[in-house]
């Protein structure tokens, strides 16, 4: 980013950084918004119910009751998700109807996987709870929901935008498009906020992710469909950098300019799994 | 396959998407439908029988310093500085303009050209052109079409030499 750039108007900024993330769907970002928003609200809702049933559960549980006691929460669970949902649909629509469910799935799925590891009431309360706070503790109970692809990936000169490399799962759109368009966010992004070397890592559009590694004169940008939690971000962005030092790094100009080559690598890597 | 980063910019609704819709599709509207933020578009056009991939930066109507951020323009190959040549506002902080532009980008080939040609007479034009003070690359009509296809021909032209 040029020294010589004189500090640009916040409000402007915001606005045009909104434009340019809202290309296409700005409802459809304004409903994520919301979603985010009201994941706090959702917490509110739920715990009470939570808190309730397990403190009358805390009274009688045994290890015998273990099926009965999970069967119960099960049903509790999906009782409310209706409830919730309900309460919650008209003012926020499909979107979070579908996400709210899609969440409780996840959920329940990883309920049954938990329970039957670990059972115990404080650590089950604590664990549902935490998902609906989103603190990290959720990420141990959904960490075995895996289901996540990525769809494609990039390899970008930094500076100026242009495709070193791609591959993808299905093709969608120009890919020196898509290289050239996610560059310009990356640049307008890192240009508003203008923190010393800090880098775009993330962008999340509905159920649409992007990974993004920058290195020195590169960039690497996944593509990814579904649910994701942290650590597998984690592992995307390692797998990143694993690539970059096995193929990138040292390697002749000639190899590095190939693109057909390069996307070849980036196929084997990346999507073909 | 080379690939060139090209960056449309100027005033506000002097025609660079119109040129570049001109460019690819062969179309024009009179509508206006102003661009936000940067819209990023692909042509590739053959120089001396090696094809060019031009990735063409269509920048919101903002030259200056403080609109556009300037890491948009690292990595362009040249620049294309349109102003309509019925509107003075337009060309009024060319030369500044053109300076702050060689300075984020040293080195990079910038073209100046007149649009929406179309709508003046030949006098008025070279009056136009006369009160200019830098040498303009081309008169363009995106309306009409007229030396469009040049002007990016002869840019993907000196971008390959
Ligand atoms: N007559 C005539 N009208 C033109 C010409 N080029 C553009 N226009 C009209 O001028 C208006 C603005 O054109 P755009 O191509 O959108 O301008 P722009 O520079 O992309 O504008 P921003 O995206 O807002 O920066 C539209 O109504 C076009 O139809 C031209 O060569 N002749
Ligand atoms: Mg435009």
């Known amino acids: ?273 | 396959m080379t690939s060139k980063k090209i960056i449309l910019t100027g005033s506000f609704g002097v025609g660079k998407t119109s040129l570049f819709n001109q460019f690819i599709f062969n179309k024009f509207s009179d509508k206006y439908l102003t661009t936000i933020g940067v819209k990023v578009n692909k042509k590739s056009v053959f120089v001396d029988g090696e094809e060019v991939n031009l990735l063409v930066w269509d920048i919101a109507g903002e030259v200056s310093q403080d609109k556009v951020p300037t890491s948009y323009f690292l990595g362009a190959s040249g620049i294309i500085y349109v102003f309509d040549l019925t509107r003075p506002l337009t060309y009024k902080n060319l030369e500044k303009d053109i300076d702050y532009l060689k300075q984020i980008l040293p080195g990079g080939l910038i073209k100046i050209v007149g649009n929406k040609k179309d709508l003046l007479e030949e006098d008025a034009i070279a009056k136009v052109v006369n009160d200019v003070t830098m040498p303009i690359s081309i008169l363009t009509s995106a309306k009409s079409g007229e030396n469009v296809e040049d002007l990016f021909n002869d840019l993907a032209k000196s971008l390959i030499k």
């Open chain 1, 1 to 273: 980013m040029a020294e010589s750039h004189k500090p640009i108007h916040d409000e402007v900024l915001l606005d045009r950084l909104k434009e340019i993330l809202l290309w296409d769907d700005r409802k459809e970002l304004d409903e994520i918004k919301q979603i985010l928003d009201t994941r706090a609200h959702l917490s509110e809702r739920v715990s009470p119910i939570i808190e309730e049933h397990l403190s009358a559960l805390k009274e009688t549980f045994s290890e015998d009751y273990k099926e009965i006691i999970n069967k119960l929460i099960e049903v509790k669970l999906k009782n409310s998700q209706e409830e919730i949902v309900n309460s919650l649909y008209p003012s926020l629509g499909r979107m979070i109807k579908k996400y709210i469910g899609h969440q409780f799935e996840l959920l329940k799925e990883n309920i049954d996987n938990s329970v039957k590891k670990t059972f115990s009431p404080a650590g089950f309360k604590r664990r549902v709870k935490s998902f609906f706070t989103g603190v990290k503790e959720s990420e141990l109970i959904l960490s075995n929901a895996n289901n996540y692809t990525i769809q494609e990936v990039f390899l970008i000169e930094r500076d100026s935008g242009l495709l070193m490399g791609s591959a993808s799962l299905h093709t969608t759109f120009d890919q020196d498009v898509v290289a050239g368009m996610l560059t310009a966010i990356k640049a307008f992004v890192e240009d508003a906020f203008k923190k010393e070397k800090q880098e775009l890592e993330f962008i999340e559009y509905g159920n649409y992710k992007i990974v993004i590694q920058t290195f020195f004169s590169y960039y690497m940008a996944a593509a990814i469909d579904g649910t994701m939690i942290t650590q597998e971000k984690f592992d995307v962005e390692e797998s990143m950098h694993d690539f970059a030092s096995a193929e990138l790094t040292g390697a002749k100009s000639s190899e590095v300019s190939n693109s057909e080559l390069i996307s070849k690598k980036l196929y084997e890597y990346f999507i073909k799994k």
